[in-house]
């Protein structure tokens, strides 16, 4: 067998263009906002608020709701977000929803400055972080359920109209929850960075918390979905409590520097598959590839090289996924698929969920390469950070109108948009408009079958997106494509703030030297 070798002649050069066009299909050059994606973007926070809505509102055809939530159970569970187009309060999304809120903040803080939406976010990331404090009401107990979805299912009715059950759902030392404790902690500690400088006191307070809820977690380990079964048909923990522990460390380390943590991340990687689970999605449920991102980020600093050994193989495992996302892993079978327009394509049900928090990844670890003065390695070839910035950038205009379809997934950007978003209050007239009471069935007969498009349009909701032929059928009942969620678009306000910041910087720059693994 021939060793391979690196070259940088012409046939090598060509061999670098076949694979680009295979991990981008460009259409006819467009220029989008993505200051303004990145305020709708914004503004769909607002359209999913729970509870009583401030003065401040902008999405004026929302009111106050679910302002008894919790009250049969003694405990305030007012607050918090709705986490799609239905009425129930799930923990687990939502609090990976403020995670990546968190996040994005926490690396293009500067640019959500600049573009004058730094407040904004600030906004979205308290409306979910004061909601977990409520919900946080002993060290061992987190209320992480408001509502059931069958219930809710039977009923298409506006938040404020809401006749559905209540009931809200806990996990205790008797009845664990690693998963969501791990989670609600991770955003904890991740907001409690974002407000260290603007509010101190509400940081420290979010950081207390968050400590609690990890221990909480750590001790009394199990599968919250075992313990709350009302969320195991909706948002079962799948992927278990391993991943999420993990990342509740690594974010407490973030947060408070302290060893503990780090010792955690570290002592804990192999045996809770940090260092061992190949993995080709980033979402709700699997939270590897995030931790395993930030770990690589860590071998840049001259104080953890002590633990360079254990750091390296969580890099390998975050390579290993973006090299999927490019196509550029060996085995095709490891490889993400893509769909004939570029997109790539996890799985068929809310597959935009993976794209946005896909492009989040692309763009973070592009800005740690570019920083450190690194490439990324995969077995087809070595590539520069530009070439991660430039499949990010192809993911979100296609998001945005860059596709077959010719439409943004994006509701309310652009010209053409889905207009008949699964929704129930975007798809019922406005409670501003129409304060009279609809009932549970009178919203599916007069409202959810109607062909005309949505009344209220629900600006800046990523949808579930098109199939992995890049169909895309506009139509209330198709819930699999045209339901939005929080973690659709919460990945993407970071990326919008940078590429928006750097606009002018890209126009497909691929003057990244790209060595090709020729045989």
Not at 94 to 105: E, K, N, Q, R, Y
Not at 139 to 157: A, I, R, S
Not at 179 to 186: C, L, N, R, S
């Amino acid at each position: 067998m021939k060793k391979k070798r690196c070259c940088l002649r012409k046939e090598c050069i060509a061999s670098f263009l076949i694979i680009l066009m295979k991990t981008t299909f460009f259409f006819p050059c467009e220029a989008f906002n993505y200051g303004e994606a990145l305020s709708k973007s914004l503004l769909y926070f607002e359209s999913q608020r729970s509870g009583r809505l401030p003065y401040n509102q902008r999405v004026t055809w929302r009111h106050h709701s679910g302002l008894t939530d919790g009250l049969e159970q003694g405990v305030d569970l007012v607050g918090g977000y709705y986490d799609a187009g239905d009425n129930v309060k799930f923990g687990l999304p939502m609090a990976f929803t403020v995670t990546m809120l968190s996040w994005g903040a926490i690396e293009y803080g500067e640019q959500l400055a600049g573009a004058g939406e730094y407040v904004h976010a600030l906004e979205a990331i308290k409306w979910g972080t004061d909601y977990f404090i409520k919900a946080h009401t002993h060290p061992n107990v987190l209320w992480v359920e408001v509502g059931d979805g069958d219930t809710d299912h039977y009923c298409w009715q506006r938040p404020e109209d809401m006749t559905t059950s209540r009931r809200a759902y806990k996990v205790d030392a008797n009845n664990p929850g690693s998963d969501v404790a791990g989670e609600t902690a991770a955003a904890l500690a991740a907001a409690s960075i974002v407000f260290r400088r603007t509010n101190p006191h509400y940081s420290q307070l979010l950081l207390h918390h968050a400590k609690q809820l990890f221990e909480f977690g750590e001790k009394y380990k199990g599968k919250y979905d075992e313990s709350v079964g009302v969320a195991k048909r909706y948002y079962a923990s799948v992927s278990g409590y391993m991943d999420e522990l993990l990342w509740a460390a690594i974010w407490l380390y973030r947060a408070t520097q302290k060893e503990q943590y780090l010792m955690y991340f570290l002592e804990n990687a192999k045996h809770f598959g940090g260092t061992t689970w190949f993995i080709t999605e980033f979402s709700w449920d699997v939270k590897y590839a995030g931790l395993q991102a930030i770990a690589s980020m860590l071998l840049m600093e001259e104080k953890h090289k002590k633990h360079e050994l254990i750091l390296k193989e969580y890099r390998s495992k975050v390579e290993h996924y973006l090299c999927a996302c490019l196509g550029l892993n060996q085995d095709n079978n490891t490889n993400a698929d893509r769909t004939p327009g570029g997109l790539l394509y996890v799985r068929q049900w809310n597959n935009m969920q993976y794209v946005s928090t896909a492009s989040f990844l692309l763009t973070v670890y592009s800005d740690h390469l570019l920083a450190v003065d690194q490439k990324l390695t995969c077995p087809k070839g070595v590539v520069g950070p530009n070439n991660l910035l430039t499949f990010a950038k192809s993911q979100v205009d296609y998001i945005l109108g860059s596709n077959p379809t010719g439409m943004s997934y994006l509701v309310g950007y652009g010209t053409s948009f889905p207009m008949r978003v699964h929704h129930r209050g975007a798809s019922i007239e406005s409670y501003r408009g129409n304060k009279g009471f609809i009932g549970c069935t009178q919203g599916y007969d007069n409202w959810y079958g109607r062909h005309d498009p949505n009344p209220n349009i629900l600006v800046g909701a990523l949808v579930g997106g098109p199939d992995i032929k890049d169909n895309f059928k506009d139509e209330r009942s198709n819930y699999i494509q045209t339901e939005a969620c929080t973690y659709n678009t919460a990945p993407l306000v970071g990326v919008f703030a940078r590429f928006h910041v750097s606009q002018t910087h890209f126009h497909h720059n691929y003057n990244d030297t790209f060595l090709v693994a020729s045989s």
